[in-house]
């Protein structure tokens, strides 16, 4: 059997929350042993565990071990330094100068062991002026910008869906590693890799900046058109929900000219060209919801799609949840979790055609992990388990 990409990697994973634990599970799911280090009450994220535990805990941390460690007390501290020096990667995602004051950062744990890879992601970085603010997905989305360009101009900035910038700095955090794990192969010495949430997010604004830079001042916030020049792009309403099309193309045009049953405008030279019939956008969508409006959401998104025009049906949580497709393709998995019941776990988006995958499995209890990684890495007795469970170390 091929075996899997990060097969014989072993994680250390402090992470919390969304951004790091992401870069982890992406690790796991690409093979690598990863053991999540959680204090003795478990990672905060997890609530109070059981029916309770949020979906988000259960989706980000799937394929992991568990083990429990008090890094506030030394023998705690020295048994995070006996797992660094096993390890090949650490991930850490606490305020900057953290693991540093508990004396378990990465000027002492480079010293344990010089080919360790300490991937450490943050809000704003280890440096600069900004870099102690505290940083949640909601205030990276206005100091990036993001927020300054979703909504409406006659609105307040609004927060995008989800947590684009928590996600995105995961998704940093994981190909730093990955980088620094080849050039391992090449020069035999480890590396910090830092990643700073805000600074993740800065390439999501291409589109914005562009139309700035052509502009010359900054575009209205609009969060019905392309800070581009497309035209048609926008959200149509339909008799039972909504679609989104975009054109980027004449052809595309044309079609949906075809579909609405306005052939009429096909050559007419007002709306030849996007930029032309950008100037009257608002005559284009109102064409177009005329035709929508009259059709399930279903409906409309089937002509639009045999047509060849870039559409999308706008899906609520259950229809991306049970999506046929992403079932089909293994990215979503029905489970039947001893305590919350059934519920739907993602895959990983990564795919390999030379490599097995991995199969999702549910994130262990609190701890349930001790005995075997203290054993296999760090080769401690069973005496000396229980002993520091004693000591309320693990």
């Known amino acids: 059997m091929p075996g899997k990409p990060l097969e014989g990697i072993r ?235 975009i054109s980027v193309a004449e052809t595309h045009w044309q079609s949906i000219l075809e579909v609405i049953g306005r052939t009429d405008l096909i050559g007419d030279p007002e709306f030849s060209r996007s930029t032309l019939r950008r100037k009257r956008e608002s005559e284009v969508d109102a064409m177009i919801e005329n035709w929508s409006s009259k059709l399930s959401r279903d409906e409309a998104y089937e002509q639009m799609r045999r047509n060849r025009i870039p559409v999308a049906p706008v899906r609520n949580l259950e229809e991306v949840r049970t999506n046929p497709h992403l079932h089909a393709r293994g990215m979503l998995t029905y489970m039947d979790h001893p305590d919350m019941g059934e519920i739907v776990l993602p895959n990983s988006p990564m795919r390999f055609s030379d490599y097995d995958s991995s199969e999702v499995q549910f994130y262990p209890e609190v701890g349930v992990n001790n005995d075997d990684v203290y054993t296999n890495w760090l080769a401690l007795s069973a005496e000396e388990i229980e002993s520091l469970r004693q000591d309320h170390v693990i």
């Open 11 to 245: 994680v250390v994973d402090l992470t919390q929350i969304y951004q790091g634990p992401y870069a982890a599970f992406l690790m796991a799911m690409a093979g690598a042993e990863v053991v999540k280090v959680e204090p003795l009450t478990g990672e905060r994220m997890r609530g109070a565990g059981g029916a309770r535990t949020p979906m988000a805990f259960a989706m980000l941390n799937s394929n992991k071990k568990s083990i429990t460690l008090d890094l506030k007390l030394e023998k705690g501290k020295e048994l995070l330094k006996a797992l660094a020096k096993e390890a090949d990667v650490l991930l850490e995602n606490f305020a900057p100068g953290t693991m540093d004051r508990l004396g378990i950062g990465w000027d002492i744990l480079k010293e344990i062991n010089p080919q360790l890879i300490y991937g450490c992601g943050t809000g704003f970085g280890l440096s600069g002026p900004d870099f102690d603010l505290l940083a949640m997905d909601h205030t990276i989305q206005a100091a990036s910008g993001i927020m300054s360009v979703t909504g409406d101009a006659d609105q307040p900035p609004g927060r995008a869906g989800g947590a684009p910038c928590d996600i995105m700095g995961g998704i940093h955090m994981y190909s730093g590693v990955l980088a620094a794990l080849v050039g391992l192969n090449t020069t035999g010495k480890g590396t910090l890799v830092e990643i700073s949430m805000m600074e993740s997010m800065y390439f999501t604004l291409c589109s914005d900046f562009t139309a700035y830079h052509t502009l010359g001042e900054l575009p209205p916030r609009n969060s019905a058109r392309s800070p581009a020049a497309a035209c048609p792009y926008g959200r149509y309403r339909c008799t039972d929900g909504w679609i989104a099309i």
